[in-house]
């Protein structure tokens, strides 16, 4: 019997993971993790990697057939909403066997000080009365709604620089990636005398001291509420029990 044939739409550490838990066990899986191409230097997984966009739902769709694959792990990040819903069609199309991994959300605790909103412009109109010092961590892509509220200093952090023309005037980049830790973090909000932190609720270890620097130090913070995943029937919330659905199907 061939081993399984697993795509993994990746782009997260969790993605990462899983992809290395699959890689180790040659004679059973058979591991390719695909990524966007947004980073400039990704963070490889292990076994095969392809890079770049399928081509809407139709072209992953007949990638799945092309390369035979016997099971899709959809491990996007959660505001990755567009390539889970293609994950959805595509694998009900192809009549593949889909499985979303997602980590759960983050959840207040004592003394935290949340502004949950569902988008960006919401964040940025809320920002005037919570803070003058920003500390921007939802992507260098997505800077637009900060630039419409200008009278405001923001520290962005991304892993690649963003486009100058669309940063808020008053600004300042920190290239850095994840993990990151409760120090480091400390040291950030102190060293720029952040007043309100902005992030997506992306869920995790690797970016959560964030949260926990910012309740330390009492300071307001903007989160962004996930979209709404597509229905599947198959959910995950660690690479662990992703690996045990796939063993436990019979390909
Ligand atoms: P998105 O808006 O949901 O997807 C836009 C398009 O990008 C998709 O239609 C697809 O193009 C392509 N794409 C996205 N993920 C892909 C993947 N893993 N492999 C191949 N093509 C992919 O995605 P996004 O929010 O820009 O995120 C892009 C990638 O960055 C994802 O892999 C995600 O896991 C990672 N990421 C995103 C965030 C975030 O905040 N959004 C944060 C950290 C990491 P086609 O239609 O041509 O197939």
Redesign the pocket.
């Known amino acids: 019997m061939r081993a399984a044939r697993v795509l ?5 550490a969790d ?1 990462r993971h899983l992809a290395a838990e699959l890689a180790a066990s040659p004679d059973e899986f058979e591991v390719t ?7 400039a230097k990704p963070r490889l997984p292990a076994g095969e990697v ?8 139709a ?2 769709a007949d990638w799945l057939t092309e390369h035979q694959v016997d099971a899709l792990v959809d ?12 994950a959805a069609a595509a694998a009900a199309r192809a009549d593949v066997p889909l499985l979303a991994l997602s980590r759960p959300a983050w959840t207040p605790d004592a003394g935290d000080r949340w502004h949950e909103v569902d988008s960006l412009t919401q964040a940025a109109s809320l920002l005037p009365e919570l803070g003058r010092r920003v500390f921007l961590t ?2 260098r ?2 800077l637009a709604p900060f630039a419409a509220v200008p009278q405001l200093w923001y520290l962005i952090r991304s892993v690649d620089p963003p486009e100058p023309a669309a940063c808020p005037p008053d600004h300042h980049v920190l290239l850095d990636r994840g993990p990151f830790t409760l120090e480091g973090e400390r040291a950030v909000l102190r060293e720029h005398r952040v007043e309100v932190l902005v992030t ?1 609720n ?1 869920g995790g270890q690797a970016t959560v001291p964030k949260l926990l620097a910012a309740r330390e130090a009492g300071l307001p913070v903007v989160l962004l509420r996930r979209p709404a995943p597509p229905a599947v029937h198959a959910t995950a919330s660690t690479p662990a029990e992703t690996v045990n659905w796939l063993r436990g199907r019979a390909f």
């Open positions: 993994i739409l990746g782009g997260t993605a993790s695909s990524l966007a191409g947004r980073v392809r890079v770049g966009g399928f081509g809407g739902v072209g992953l491990a996007t990040h959660p505001f990755a909403a567009t390539m889970s819903q293609h939802t992507g892509t997505e997506k992306s």
